[in-house]
């Protein structure tokens, strides 16, 4: 009966109680960093879209005073119009953020030159005066939509496009697109972090996880997209994008009517009454 009761010993193998020593090499993680800067860099711009604000006035009539400026001054064949029109521009451009204005200026300065230099051949024709206004307008235009860019959040701009009854398709594809823009950043930088974390060791072909990244991320979009539709047809989505709140007249909004008054005598003037020199 002893012998039966006793049970038979376990040894360990030798290689199990061995002390195991890896040290990896070390590698750098360069490809992998500047891939989660570059889409942290894209959740900051959206996050911060709209911080700086136009005065308190409204998407909507903020939005109407861009096209309305815009319309005048690509009909302005007048020098000194447009020179004040853009004067008015960089005085707006004082009252931004450095980053903000960077961004802006930056676009607008890059837009102008390409104009300015598809323009000179009329410098050689005899004509500089269209190159120096048509440049002036290509900045002005491209200044004013992007303040208006970052002056306001995506939501009222969208908003503020369903004001002016544009199709409810169009601005419903432009705000889910806008939305999926930063839901689908966000996955990829939690999939990079966790790439980062199980790369250990040397590894030169860093580059080829990248394909995984977006594997994933195209995966999870197919899955919210399907998730998304079902969710609108169980809420009966007819394809009326309703906005969630009315049209507000703001007190910040008289003086933009104001500017837009001032500049429409302002046109009058210089160039049906030839009032100033071209």
């Not at 806008?178 to 790369?199: A, D, G």
């Not at 040397?202 to 594997?215: E, Q």
Request: charged share 20%.
């Amino acid at each position: 009966m002893e012998t039966r009761n006793m049970k038979p010993e376990v040894s360990i193998p030798e290689w199990m109680t061995q002390k195991e020593e890896y040290t990896p090499r070390k590698d750098s993680d360069r490809f992998i960093e500047k891939s989660m800067l570059s889409v942290l860099g894209v959740l900051s711009k959206m996050r911060n879209n709209g911080s700086i604000g136009a005065g308190g006035a409204g998407a909507s009539v903020f939005m109407a005073f861009s096209l309305y400026m815009i319309v005048l001054s690509a009909a302005s064949q007048n020098m000194f119009f447009n020179g004040c029109l853009f004067a008015g521009l960089l005085a707006w451009f004082c009252f931004m953020p450095e980053k903000t204005l960077r961004n802006t200026f930056l676009t607008a300065l890059t837009a102008s030159l390409i104009s300015a230099v598809i323009m000179i051949p009329a410098v050689f024709m005899g004509n500089p005066q269209s190159m120096v206004r048509i440049a002036l307008k290509v900045f002005f235009s491209v200044g004013l939509l992007g303040g208006l860019a970052n002056s306001f959040p995506w939501n009222e701009i969208t908003s503020g496009l369903r004001f002016f009854h544009v199709p409810d398709i169009f601005v419903f594809t432009l705000d889910i697109t806008l939305k999926y823009i930063f839901t689908l950043c966000e996955i990829s930088q939690n999939i990079l972090i966790s790439l980062k974390l199980r790369s250990v060791g040397k590894n030169p072909r860093k580059d080829r996880s990248m394909s995984g990244v977006l594997g994933v991320t195209f995966l999870k979009s197919r899955e919210m997209a399907d998730e998304m539709y079902d969710a609108m047809m169980c809420r009966g989505f007819d394809g009326e994008y309703k906005r969630p709140k009315k049209f507000r007249f703001r007190k910040q909004d008289v003086i933009i009517l104001i500017l837009a008054v001032a500049a429409a005598f302002l046109f009058v003037y210089t160039n049906h009454n030839n009032a100033v020199l071209m």
